[in-house]
């Protein structure tokens, strides 16, 4: 069982930055493609980021692309999502997700990935 835990959420002026955290406790994810997701009110969920099993490739969402940056520690314990010059239309639940794939694959669709964490409020004030 792989369970993902996020963190790093809140709020934040437009302009800001905040840095999402995803772990899966006790136990690496380096078996696993991850990705970040995010869900507006009254929106589907949609892709933000993603990252392969080597780190080598990566790839973004278009609406986000040059501001946020997928990545993970050394130890392969945490992903992070950095999240720079944020806009009011960032404002969503954000969502970390995981799925065994070739070592070098991104995912970008939510039907994908296998695991997913509970969320983290994302809130940008204008």
């Known amino acids: 069982q792989v369970q993902l835990v996020e963190s790093g959420g809140g709020l934040v002026q437009a302009g800001g930055s905040l840095r999402l955290s995803c772990a899966r406790s006790?136990?690496?994810?380096?078996?696993?493609?991850m990705g970040w997701f995010r869900q507006a009110p009254g929106k589907e969920r949609e892709f933000v980021a993603s990252?392969?099993?080597?780190?080598?490739?990566?790839y973004y969402a278009d609406s986000v692309k040059g501001r946020f940056t997928i990545s993970r520690d050394n130890a392969k314990i945490t992903y992070y999502l950095q999240m720079n010059s944020l806009k009011p239309e960032d404002t969503a639940v954000y969502y970390c997700?995981?799925?065994?794939?070739?070592?070098?694959?991104?995912?970008?669709?939510?039907?994908?990935?296998?695991?997913w964490g509970q969320g983290t409020q994302v809130t940008v004030s204008s």
């Open positions: 997700a995981a799925a065994t794939a070739p070592i070098d694959v991104v995912l970008v669709t939510a039907s994908e990935y296998t695991y």
């Open positions: 006790g136990r690496t994810l380096d078996d696993y493609a």
């Open positions: 990252i392969s099993r080597n780190d080598y490739n990566t």
